[in-house]
């Protein structure tokens, strides 16, 4: 089950591949790394995260990176503040 889920402002996985590479950044971990240790193929890992390749990144697989990285669903929410009409 590939996720594929959208925003009003375009592909909500860009963001998604943002999150997780900045948190890899962060924690210094490699693609090599987080793939040997979700056991994905380096190559498969490397597409779902690269921006410029358009491979889906499977719900498992998020879960997993989520897992490795520390991440929760809530470090994926959009900030969309609008402002409130006051009378």
């Known amino acids: 089950v590939a996720y594929k889920a959208k925003t009003k402002g375009g592909q909500?996985?860009?963001h998604i591949k943002e999150v997780?590479?900045?948190q890899m950044e962060e924690r210094c971990v490699t693609v090599g790394a987080l793939a040997k240790k979700l056991?994905?193929?380096?190559s498969?890992?490397?597409k779902s995260l690269s921006p410029s390749l358009n491979r889906q990144l499977l719900a498992t697989e998020?879960?997993?990176i989520c897992e490795v990285l520390?991440?929760?669903f809530d470090?994926?929410?959009i900030?969309?503040?609008s402002k409130e009409k006051t009378a």
């Open 12 to 14: 909500y996985m860009e």
């Open 20 to 22: 997780i590479n900045k």
């Open 70 to 72: 520390g991440l929760t």
């Open 62 to 64: 998020l879960l997993g």
């Open 39 to 42: 056991n994905i193929e380096y």
């Open 79 to 81: 900030n969309n503040t």
């Open 44 to 46: 498969k890992l490397y």
């Open 75 to 77: 470090d994926f929410v």
